[in-house]
């Protein structure tokens, strides 16, 4: 299982595996990697994040404002087993930037939006996750159609990343995080059932990502997130 995870999350670039002896560990990271290996991202920090010529682009559902700095108010970290990590670092804004890790390197960014939230009661999460009657554009399906939050009446269409690509249906992937807060010493547990799509902002060579998840903090909480986001490269993240 811990393979399969490592395989639906990392880049295909190999790198060399850093050595991390003698650094402090920051609170929310894995003991393998610090701040300085994620560009200075930190919990309780500050970042800025460049997507330059993504407003030209209208088809992208995605909005960011370049300008604005934001705090770092909480940290994710996921372990994917053999050196492989996620790190979400989750900004004031209703933002996240995700950091995918192999052996101390990080190998891509990407920005996500909360972009939908559903609370679910607990025979609805269920039902979504283990359910035998799959609904169209729920998770796990091959497309799934997205409307616009805006006054903008249109929806975009995004095919499924992970998975066998011929089958209209796959099962998420199931993962762990524990997130670490400002506000609390104890990091909280979410059990995450994702699932990955993409397509192509029109007019670019831009992807834009839709990242279902349903997700189960065992404090009683259950909601389908549709988080929306994009590539983010390291030189255009400024964080202090």
Not at 21 to 34: D, E
Not at 53 to 71: C, E, K, S, T, V
Not at 104 to 122: I, M
Request: aromatic share 8%; proline share 3%.
């Amino acid at each position: 299982m811990l393979n399969n995870l490592k395989a639906l999350f990392r880049a295909t670039t190999q790198k060399q595996p850093e050595q991390a002896a003698g650094r402090p560990v920051a609170a929310g990271l894995p003991i393998s990697v610090s701040q300085e290996d994620l560009e200075g991202l930190r919990l309780d920090g500050r970042v800025n994040i460049k997507l330059i010529g993504l407003r030209a682009h209208p088809d992208a559902l995605f909005r960011w404002d370049d300008d604005a700095y934001h705090h770092i108010a909480a940290v994710g970290h996921v372990d994917l087993g053999q050196g492989a990590h996620l790190v979400r670092f989750y900004l004031d804004n209703d933002t996240w930037l995700q950091a995918n890790i192999e052996n101390g390197q990080v190998l891509e960014y990407k920005l996500f939006d909360f972009y939908r939230v559903a609370h679910l009661s607990d025979v609805e999460f269920d039902n979504l996750i283990n359910g035998e009657d799959k609904q169209p554009d729920s998770i796990g399906a091959q497309t799934v159609s997205l409307t616009s939050t805006t006054e903008e009446a249109r929806s975009c269409t995004y095919q499924r990343v992970w998975g066998d690509g011929d089958s209209l249906w796959s099962p998420p992937v199931v993962f762990e995080e524990q997130v670490m807060t400002t506000e609390s010493v104890s990091a909280r547990h979410v059990t995450h059932h994702a699932m990955l799509y993409e397509r192509t902002i029109e007019g670019t060579e831009r992807m834009e990502y839709l990242l279902m998840s349903a997700e189960n903090d065992d404090e009683g909480s259950f909601m389908v997130v549709h988080n929306v986001g994009v590539d983010v490269a390291s030189v255009d993240i400024d964080a202090m």
